[in-house]
């Protein structure tokens, strides 16, 4: 079982940056493409960013241009870049295998304030 572990979360103002990273078990890392969602209160869970086991990316449409994934994969590492955050970025933010295990832990909180 993949053990997926995100950190680097916190409370930023509007137009400010974090950079998010995920540690995933498993000696089989590089070949899976990997992506963060995020769930904000009240709302479903979405994909934000996708990076494939070729590095090809893909973003949703709501943070393209703002958010960036890279991967480390001698590290087992994910990261995802965000600047220039806004208010509605405020959520719980996983990364996962894409397609996702669905295996949820607590996530990384953003919360954006004005």
């Known amino acids: 079982q993949v053990h997926l572990a995100e950190t680097g979360g916190g409370l930023v103002q509007a137009g400010g940056s974090l950079r998010l990273s995920c540690v995933a078990s498993g000696s089989d890392f590089s070949i899976y493409a990997m992506g963060w969602y995020r769930q904000a209160p009240g709302k479903q869970r979405e994909p934000v960013a996708v990076?494939?086991?070729?590095?090809?990316?893909s973003y949703s449409d709501s943070v393209k241009g703002r958010f960036t994934i890279s991967r480390d994969n001698a590290k087992n590492t994910v990261y995802l870049q965000m600047n220039s955050l806004k208010l509605e970025d405020t959520a719980v933010y996983h990364c996962?295998?894409?397609?996702?295990?669905?295996?949820w832990g607590q996530g990384t909180q953003v919360t954006v304030s004005s």
């Open positions: 996962d295998r894409v397609p996702p295990l669905g295996a």
């Open positions: 990076i494939g086991s070729d590095d090809f990316t």
